[in-house]
T-cell receptor, first 112, second 112 residues
């Protein structure tokens, strides 16, 4: 069966520090991968998606970047965090021919 | 652009009460529609979906009907349980690659 791992679960980082969140998927190959964020009081917003290794599409301009160095690995990064980067980050995957997205348990990031 | 609007919470109900969480969407065409649920401490999981107008999605006693006339996909359950306490997200597929647009989420609290 397929599983998705996302870590860490919670993170407190100072303004200006770097960020790296990692997500890995098991039990499937060539998935679509996604990073979503939920800021306080707002809905989940798609940040990045990837349809293959090295292929990254950004949905919104921001202080973050994403990379997909391996087929089932998706990384969210920042060189210098801003207070506005605080939020709940969710990684997800889907098969290319399906409709359903499968989500990780999320990372709650607080920038102080 | 495409969007999803759902009623603000929290919604507080007594056990066995009737639940309605309203969701409306704006889109060009007729996108697939979803309800996702997030139980405390867990990631999002698909609750139900509908892929075309007049479809009814159902799962675990929850139902939602795709109404193109009113561009709505309201979530209903006839008798809620304490274990239904969670955050519910309405979403639509948008723009290919299984990208999702989410509503802000509605927190449901059911007390005995």
């Amino acid at each position: 069966s397929q599983t998705i791992h996302q870590w860490p679960a919670t993170l407190v980082q100072p303004v200006g520090s770097p960020l790296s969140l990692e997500c890995t998927v098991e039990g499937t190959s060539n998935p679509n991968l996604y990073w979503y964020r939920q800021a306080a009081g707002r809905g989940l917003q798609l940040l990045f998606y990837s349809v293959g290794i090295g292929q990254i599409s950004s949905e919104v301009p921001q202080n973050l970047s994403a990379s997909r160095p391996q087929d089932r690995q998706f990384i969210l990064s920042s060189k210098k965090l801003l207070l506005s980067d605080s939020g709940f980050y969710l990684c997800a995957w889907s098969v290319k021919s399906g409709l359903e997205a499968f989500f990780g348990q999320g990372t709650r990031l607080t920038v102080v | 652009g495409n969007s999803v609007t759902q009623m603000e919470g929290p919604v507080t109900l007594s056990e066995e009460a009737f639940l309605t969480i309203n969701c409306t969407y704006t889109a060009t065409g007729y996108p697939s529609l979803f309800w996702y649920v997030q139980y405390p401490g867990e990631g999002l999981q698909l609750l139900l979906k509908a892929t075309k107008a007049d479809d009814k999605g159902s799962n675990k006693g929850f139902e939602a009907t795709y109404r193109k006339e009113t561009t709505s996909f309201h979530l209903e359950k006839g008798s809620v349980q304490v274990s239904d306490s969670a955050v519910y997200f309405c979403a639509q597929l948008s723009g290919g690659y299984n990208k999702l647009i989410f509503g802000a989420g509605t927190r449901l609290a059911v007390h005995p």
